[in-house]
């Protein structure tokens, strides 16, 4: 089954549609074709955000991973360095 991916506006759209309606979860989650599982692993990650909130998370994120790169790639070079003084020695 093919995945599909949601944007965090549309996670939060559904989240609201959930909790201001009459209607249960699993209601919900039938209508928009997830499963109750990813309803609630969403509602536990974003629950209570607004689309600001949201969206700054996202960007914090990203930033996370750019700043996890630049710190691997720079250790790379330091072992790199470390085992050529070693060879000079």
Sequence with gaps: MKKKHHTTEQIIR???EAEGSQM???EV???HSISPQ???RWKSKYGGMD???AQR????EREN???KKLLADQL???KALEMALEKNL
């Design 14 to 16: 559904i989240l609201r």
């Design 38 to 40: 990813t309803y609630y």
């Design 29 to 31: 989650c039938r209508k």
């Design 51 to 53: 689309l600001k909130e």
């Design 65 to 67: 991973g750019e700043l």
């Design 24 to 26: 249960k979860a699993e």
């Design 76 to 78: 790379l070079k330091t």
């Design 57 to 60: 998370l996202r960007e914090l």
